[in-house]
T-cell receptor
Framework: AQSVSQHNHHVILSEAASLELGCNYS??????LFWYVQYPGQHLQLLLK??????LVKGIKGFEAEFIKSKFSFNLRKPSVQWSDTAEYFC???????????FGKGTKLSVKP | NAGVTQTPKFQVLKTGQSMTLQCAQD?????MYWYRQDPGMGLRLIYY???????DKGEVPNGYNVSRLNKREFSLRLESAAPSQTSVYFC?????????????FGEGSWLTVV
């Protein structure tokens, strides 16, 4: 069965710091990978996704993620965070052509102004 | 274009009461989903409907039933609510269940069972 592991439960950064949130998955076959963001009190929104091609994926708001197949990882990065990036971030994996989307437990990001 | 709309947004139930969460999408999507979100647990799939007329269990289906009323609507029913069902419920939809299709989420329904 597929699973997703997010390494950090809560990350606290100052504005302008660089961000990297870890995500590892377990699934032996072809996967599609997603990062969703949930701002306080809001629903989940898609940040970026990978399903084929260039393993470095760029998303909205300056976020990017790199798929490293050999490490089963899909880490999220941003060079310089802003206070408005305070949110919870969820990594998700969809295994196989008709698999369900499985979420990690989420990482809360708090950015201090 | 409203996307995915859920009602109610907030609900308090007593243990043993029943209720139905309604969900509708206006994107002509084939697949719809119900997730629950609990602190430290992420989102877990309760039920999904790959297409109109079909429903399947997800990761945590116990205590819930669903109905895919038509292509637009997918409801979630709690027949006899329990405190363990206190959660935030998200309805979602996607074009279909094929790889790469984005899943779009509703704004959530906060349910408290006392």
């Amino acid at each position: 069965a597929q699973s997703v592991s997010q390494h950090n439960h809560h990350v606290i950064l100052s504005e302008a710091a660089s961000l990297e949130l870890g995500c590892n998955y377990s699934y032996g076959g072809t996967v599609n990978l997603f990062w969703y963001v949930q701002y306080p009190g809001q629903h989940l929104q898609l940040l970026l996704k990978y399903f084929s091609g260039d393993p470095l994926v760029k998303g909205i708001k300056g976020f990017e993620a790199e798929f490293i197949k050999s490490k089963f990882s899909f880490n999220l990065r941003k060079p310089s965070v802003q206070w408005s990036d305070t949110a919870e971030y969820f990594c998700a994996v969809k295994g196989g052509s008709q698999g369900n989307l499985i979420f990690g437990k989420g990482t809360k990001l708090s950015v201090k102004p | 274009n409203a996307g995915v709309t859920q009602t109610p947004k907030f609900q308090v139930l007593k243990t043993g009461q029943s209720m139905t969460l309604q969900c509708a999408q206006d994107m002509n999507h084939n697949s719809m989903y119900w997730y629950r979100q609990d602190p430290g647990m992420g989102l877990r799939l309760i039920y999904y409907s790959a297409s109109e007329g079909t429903t399947d269990k997800g990761e945590v289906p116990n205590g819930y039933n669903v109905s895919r009323l038509n292509k637009r609507e997918f409801s979630l029913r709690l027949e006899s609510a329990a405190p363990s069902q206190t959660s935030v419920y998200f309805c979602a939809s996607s074009e279909d269940r094929n790889s790469g299709n984005t899943i779009y989420f509703g704004e959530g329904s906060w349910l408290t069972v006392v």
